[in-house]
């Protein structure tokens, strides 16, 4: 069996000029797991992102925090920015989604 890695890391900026990486590992989708009381795994719960939300997604997944709270990375968001941050974020958390066609091959392999 192949090892599993966390995603590749994708190139966001904030707003602030700063080059700062996405990165969701399966750790980091157990945390938010945890605070939201429900997976991210689904396209329902992506669906329903608010401000919050999406703020936490973004916060969990910073590789760089460089000491940003959560308030603090979302003060530097500008919401001009947001449909860029949006699919950079996209971008590293379906990188993090194993394909359907991968699963279905591994189940039938004895």
Excluded at 12 to 22: E, N, P, S
Excluded at 54 to 83: C, F, N, Q, T, W
Aim: hydrophobic share 35%; glycine share 8%.
């Amino acid at each position: 069996m192949e090892k599993l890695k966390p995603t590749d890391p994708v190139a966001i900026d904030l707003g602030d000029g700063v080059t700062r990486h996405l990165r969701y590992s399966l750790g980091s989708m157990r945390r938010l797991k945890n605070k939201f009381g429900s997976t991210m795994l689904s396209e329902s719960s992506l669906m329903g992102l608010d401000e919050d939300k999406l703020a936490e997604l973004i916060h969990e997944g910073l590789v760089e925090k460089d000491g940003l709270s959560i308030d603090d990375m979302a003060d530097l968001i500008d919401s001009r920015r947001l449909k860029e941050i949006i699919e950079g974020f996209s971008l590293a958390f379906s990188g993090s989604m194993p394909e359907k066609k991968a699963a279905s091959q591994t189940a039938t392999v004895q």
